[in-house]
């Protein structure tokens, strides 16, 4: 395997990522005329004080009053649901109601897309908008949740990028009832389980995943539940059925009828230098069209040691399909590996070396189907920016890779991705792109990309995230470039700049 490196060299044009920047930072006036008043500066305010009084004192009451329970903290990642309720210090709300309200913006401009059926388009400008709204009911034990989510993509010319990815209007994103017992028949044990529509995260979130920065979720109707032993194990079993998203519509509870999916989840931290996970997920998906039927299962192992200062930690990941896809014996398995290192000093810089591989079908006109299925995961946090980016699945890719971050302040997070990116089979589909060699004579060598990025928190409320990502593309790109209406071989620039709001 040979590392691709352009021929020429590229003017990657940072201009906009830093005008962008600047824009996160707060902001003076200088426009004040009283001499005095400049020879005798008063004490900067901060963040928060700039806000009227009686908004200063509901969010001061909210921060000091943090969350304890919310009823989704079994589902997914707290701080997905477990930020100071604004809302309800200000409208002095009963503790056992739980209002929340988020809201996010994020315009995203790419040059130059990879995608086929984008051949005729340099560049693709849109923005994202999502909404979310819950109400909840939090009783000892019974408790009640319904979480609104709007999504959609504004500025949307003919041949942009827009799916059910990035649109989802008006939609129901989670309706549930839950019990919760704390200390299950005095064995110290927490047991939930939840009805209705739930969203969910289990282990890495590579498989199953409550999406984070894509503008629309996954969603499930059925039934979750779970049992765990604070700090040393956790079990949780789930049959249900995922949403199919429908960019202008409602979905409907129990819409999903042709697919069936469930599964269990073991995690074990009584080892601190080898956590570990271990799964089973099974799918039977019966679309009318045979060529998308999908029936399967997914066994997985994931070890760990999560990282800490001073410390080498790693992990690594593996799973394996079998089953039948598209009416064909179905094999596939993906490996994730990686070793970090945070130093401890003032910054503490990360460096985290990486490598994936996603297997791929070796004959596409044989009887074998081998190209990996990533289920419901995630990809932002590992791969690249998605929106009208992304790129890349876990699916026929191998690339290693190298991450390293510096938290210069509590509030900030600077990150400097590289990877490279070649298809495990070249003669299978560049999963995403619509791009395919049957013949394998473009070879397997998609390219590479840079990426930066600054996150920054100033207070609970309110965050910021701006990225930029230069795609290098590879000979397998420009090869198929050649071809008509095949996107050109120009490498592509994307770049973000996201805000968003939680009350």
Do not use: C
């Not at 969910?200 to 503008?215: E, F, T």
């Not at 001073?310 to 398995?333: L, M």
């Amino acid at each position: 395997m040979r590392l691709w490196v352009p021929r020429r060299s590229r003017a990657v044009t940072l201009a906009l990522l830093s005008s962008s920047l600047l824009l996160l930072l707060p902001g003076g006036s200088f426009g004040e005329n009283d001499e005095k008043k400049q020879m005798l500066p008063k004490k900067p305010k901060g963040f928060v004080e700039q806000f009227p009084d009686h908004f200063q004192q509901a969010a001061a009451e909210a921060e000091q009053q943090p969350l304890v329970s919310t009823a989704d903290e079994e589902l997914f990642s707290p701080g997905e649901s477990k930020w100071p309720r604004y809302l309800n210090s200000y409208l002095g709300t009963p503790k056992w109601l739980d209002l929340g309200v988020a809201f996010r913006a994020r315009p995203e401009i790419l040059t130059n897309p990879f995608r086929k059926d984008q051949a005729a388009i340099e560049r693709d400008e849109q923005l994202a908008l999502r909404t979310r709204a819950r109400i909840g009911l939090n009783g000892n034990v019974f408790r009640f949740l319904y979480e609104f989510q709007d999504s959609r993509s504004l500025g949307v010319d003919e041949g942009e990028f827009t799916s059910s990815s990035t649109v989802n209007e008006a939609d129901v994103q989670q309706l549930f009832v839950s019990a919760t017992f704390r200390n299950l028949f005095t064995t110290s044990l927490r047991t939930a389980v939840h009805v209705g529509r739930i969203n969910m995260d289990l282990g890495r979130r590579r498989l199953i995943a409550r999406n984070r920065y894509r503008n629309t979720t996954n969603a499930f109707d059925g039934v979750h539940g779970s049992l765990k032993q604070k700090g040393k194990w956790s079990v949780r079993a789930f049959l249900v059925r995922p949403t199919p998203r429908t960019p202008k519509e409602n979905d409907d509870l129990f819409s999903g009828e042709d697919t069936l999916f469930w599964g269990g989840h073991y995690e074990s931290t009584q080892v601190p230098f080898l956590r570990a996970n271990v799964y089973y997920y099974g799918l039977n998906d019966k679309p009318p069209d045979v060529s998308d039927q999908r029936q399967y299962s997914t066994f997985g192992l994931r070890l760990y040691e999560p990282g800490t200062l001073g410390k080498i930690d790693y992990e690594v990941e593996s799973a394996w399909q079998f089953g039948t896809k598209a009416g064909q014996d179905h094999f596939a398995f993906l490996l994730h590996g990686e070793v970090g290192y945070t130093i401890d000093v003032k910054w503490r810089p990360r460096l985290v070396f990486q490598y994936d591989y996603a297997s791929g079908t070796r004959d596409p006109f044989g009887s074998q189907s081998g190209t990996f299925d990533s289920l419901f995961g995630g990809r932002r946090f590992e791969y690249t920016p998605t929106g009208i980016f992304g790129p890349f699945f876990r699916s026929n890719i191998i690339s290693p890779g190298v991450r390293a971050i510096v938290t210069p302040a509590g509030s900030w997070r600077l990150t400097v991705k590289f990877r490279a990116w070649w298809l495990a089979q070249s003669r299978d589909e560049w999963v995403g792109s619509g791009l395919q060699d049957p013949t394998g004579q473009a070879g397997n060598v998609l390219g590479q990309d840079l990426e930066l990025r600054a996150q920054w928190r100033p207070v609970p409320f309110m965050s910021f995230d701006a990225g930029y990502d230069h795609f290098f593309k590879g000979p397998y790109i420009q090869n198929l470039a050649k071809l008509p209406g095949n996107p050109a071989a120009t490498d592509s620039d994307f770049f973000y700049a996201e805000t968003e709001l939680r009350f």
